[in-house]
């Protein structure tokens, strides 16, 4: 345990974002899994819409890296186009 008060600090705060960083990534896996699932269905575009939405806003707080967002959207948009 750290004996500096700014350590301490620091701690308590890697824990809040690394909570908050759980949270949005889990979102972001399940989104996709919807999106995959609901590949060659009708609400197929409006899932694949919403996982790529946030597969962005997790690249923009620096969640995951932007050319993570991009291999993860590419890849995404791929399975829904052979499906088409």
């Avoid at 701690?11 to 399940?30: C, F, G, P, Y």
């Avoid at 962005?56 to 620096?62: F, L, M, P, T, Y």
């Amino acid at each position: 345990m750290a004996n500096i008060k700014s350590q301490k600090k620091r701690i308590l705060t890697n824990a809040k974002a690394a909570d908050r960083n759980k949270a949005v990534k889990s979102e972001l896996k399940t989104r996709v899994r919807t999106a995959v699932a609901a590949v060659g269905t009708p609400e197929a575009d409006e899932s694949a819409r919403a996982a790529v939405k946030r597969i962005d806003k997790a690249a923009s707080k620096g969640i995951i890296h932007p050319n993570a967002a991009a291999r993860r959207k590419s890849r995404l948009m791929k399975r829904l186009n052979a499906a088409k």
